[in-house]
């Protein structure tokens, strides 16, 4: 079956470290892959997708690129601010009989001090 | 323009207990979805409508569970009777009809004492 695998956290950066965020896939065919963003208090927002191999998805100064190869999305930021502080989820959506379903990653929770 | 609108925002209920959560979608989504998310770990799907079929309720445990969708538009979920391991973050989503990005909602945060 499609999963997801982050890497596990929490992960506290101080402000204007640079961000990765590991994420690999299983999943067959081809996939769409998303990273959702959950402030404190708040729904889940799409923060950038990819929709085939070797796009990059960017928002906000995140970056993630569609690694078919590696079967991999990393998310990744330049320089992390404190209102970046969240948690973090990769999701994938099939195609075939699972289309329509998105399955996520568990979340990877970003503290970020000043 | 409106997002996806959920109540209640919390409930606590007694195991055992019937509960029923609401979502709004988003107008003019035809796809609707409700998710589960535990403590600690990614949503998990229950079901998922397009416009009022569920298309996918496979992972939606039968023997408690109910959800509708009448007309097409607002859905709600109901849980009957309640157990303990209920407690979680239940997710209403909605999107376009052959669009991949999916609106959530802020959820609705359920205790079972």
């Known amino acids: 079956g499609n999963s997801v695998t982050q890497m596990e956290g929490p992960v506290t950066l101080s402000e204007e470290a640079f961000l990765t965020i590991n994420c690999t896939y299983t999943?067959?065919?081809?996939?769409?892959l998303f990273w959702y963003v959950q402030y404190p208090g708040e729904g889940l927002q799409l923060l950038l997708k990819?929709?085939?191999?070797?796009d990059k998805g960017s928002n906000k100064g995140f970056e993630a690129t569609y690694r078919k190869e590696t079967t991999s999305f990393h998310l990744e930021k330049g320089s992390v601010q404190v209102s970046d502080s969240a948690v973090y989820f990769c999701?994938?959506?099939?195609?075939?009989?699972?289309?329509?379903?998105?399955?996520f990653g568990q979340g990877t929770i970003l503290t970020v001090h000043p | 323009e409106a997002g996806v609108v959920q109540s209640p925002r919390y409930k606590i209920i007694e195991k055992k207990q019937p509960v029923a959560f609401w979502c709004n979608p988003i107008?003019?989504?035809?796809?609707l979805y409700w998710y589960r998310q535990n403590l600690g770990q990614g949503p998990e799907l229950l079901i998922r409508?397009?416009?009022?079929?569920?298309?996918?309720d496979s992972q939606l445990p039968k023997d408690r569970f109910s959800a509708e969708r009448l007309k097409g538009v607002d859905s709600t979920l109901k849980i009957q009777p309640a157990e303990l391991g209920d407690s979680a973050v239940y997710l209403c989503a909605s999107s376009s009809l052959g669009n991949t990005e999916a609106f959530f909602g802020q959820g609705t945060r359920l205790t079972v004492v």
């Open positions: 999701a994938l959506l099939a195609g075939g009989t699972s289309y329509g379903k998105l399955t």
């Open positions: 107008s003019g989504h035809n796809t």
């Open positions: 999943a067959t065919g081809y996939p769409s």
């Open positions: 990819a929709t085939k191999a070797d």
């Open positions: 409508y397009e416009n009022e079929e569920a298309v996918d």
